[in-house]
């Protein structure tokens, strides 16, 4: 893009580690000879870098599909302003292809064939100084082969206005063009020019035996950036717009073959949404009763289970007073049976010292009368 635009585009190179496929857009405003232009490039950062690469092209035609939506909601505004809306649609997809000399990948097949109806592609030969002149034209034969086969309508140069006719037709035939990219400048003869230097020799970016940069660059941006702009509006955009409006319930005649009304269809598809939001408001509502109901139930089922356990826990706890009680019992009766055994020992006790006393006396007086005596 430096090359081709002769300038140096802010940005850092990114890595090929990114976990998905990211799309970064940069706008920049150019001028060349009071000519102002302002330039979208939209980088796919990460394409074809994951081992899945199943869904890598999704982020891109989702993107695209977005700024188709922006510019229809622009479009369907009451009060438009399209003359100083800032068109963020893409006019072109340069895709890169790796210069291998075999067969595009099924990566590239798949993503151009969901891309072509979505935008302009113009297919490339990136860094084709890697194969031969040979190689690179049965390369070209084999990739133009594969794109027929598979469906894949790429871009054509307009070949129906008579003043770009010829060149056109000349070029859809150099299709895809094989380029080459350099922003260093070497003196080559007495002209400084854009080329890169090898061990084995120079290779010109602007020399058409060398590369297809400058039939690229002329196509791209002074014969067709134009026919770019008018294509992407008249055909991407306009079957976006026709499938968006046709999903809205919007056609452009109804079954009986008779123009068709905005404000018919605009009560039409009112009405039905009314019809669709009562519908989900009516389940939403059963199934919140529903869910009520269910509540209570566990509820009660709860509150059955707390009095079965409370009842279980009152009468194991009466069960356990009553025990202690009886034990209770059974220990004072113990304690009596204690005292009382334990009285009658004390007055058996007293009875027996008291009889022991009086037979010492008796026994003292006896001897003492056999003393007198």
Not at 25 to 42: A, H, P
Not at 156 to 170: K, R
Not at 286 to 311: G, S, T, Y
Request: charged share 35%.
């Amino acid at each position: 893009m430096d090359t081709l635009f002769n300038t140096k585009f802010e940005g850092d190179p990114a890595s090929h580690s990114q976990p998905g496929v990211q799309l970064k857009s940069n706008t920049y405003d150019l001028q060349e000879s009071n000519v102002n232009l302002k330039l979208t490039i939209v980088s796919t950062v990460g394409f074809g870098d994951q081992i899945n690469k199943e869904d890598s092209y999704k982020p891109i035609v989702e993107f695209i599909d977005a700024q188709f939506e922006a510019y229809l909601q622009e479009e369907l505004k009451i009060k438009r302003v399209l003359h100083n809306y800032h068109d963020t649609r893409i006019h072109a997809c340069l895709y890169f292809i790796a210069p291998t000399g075999h067969s595009l990948k099924s990566l590239d097949l798949v993503t151009m064939k969901k891309l072509d109806s979505k935008v302009n592609i113009i297919p490339i030969i990136a860094k084709s100084d890697a194969i031969s002149k040979s190689e690179l034209t049965k390369f070209k034969i084999k990739i133009t082969s594969e794109l027929v086969s598979n469906g894949v309508q790429i871009y054509q140069f307009p070949t129906d206005d008579e003043s770009v006719a010829e060149i056109n037709g000349t070029m859809n035939a150099h299709l895809p063009f094989a380029v080459i990219g350099s922003t260093e400048e070497l003196k080559i003869g007495n002209k400084m020019m854009k080329a890169r230097q090898y061990p084995w020799g120079t290779v010109q970016v602007e020399n058409e035996t060398h590369c297809d940069f400058v039939k690229l660059r002329e196509m791209l941006i002074r014969v067709n950036m134009e026919d770019l702009r008018e294509q992407t509006h008249t055909r991407h955009y306009e079957l976006y717009r026709r499938c968006k409006l046709e999903e809205m319930g919007f056609k452009d005649t109804d079954p009986d073959s008779k123009p068709f009304s905005l404000q018919e269809t605009y009560e039409a598809k009112r009405n039905e949404f009314l019809g669709e939001l009562q519908k989900k408001e009516e389940a939403m509502r059963q199934m919140f009763v529903q869910r009520v109901k269910e509540k209570e139930a566990e509820l009660k089922e709860a509150e059955k289970e707390l009095h079965e356990k409370f009842d279980r826990l009152k009468k194991l706890h009466q069960d356990e007073k009553k025990k202690l009680e009886d034990k209770k019992k059974s220990l004072d009766d113990e304690v009596n049976a204690f005292k009382q055994r334990k009285t009658a020992a004390e007055l058996l006790q007293s009875q027996a010292q008291q009889a022991g006393g009086s037979q010492t006396l008796k026994r003292d007086k006896e001897r003492k009368n056999s003393g007198f005596l």
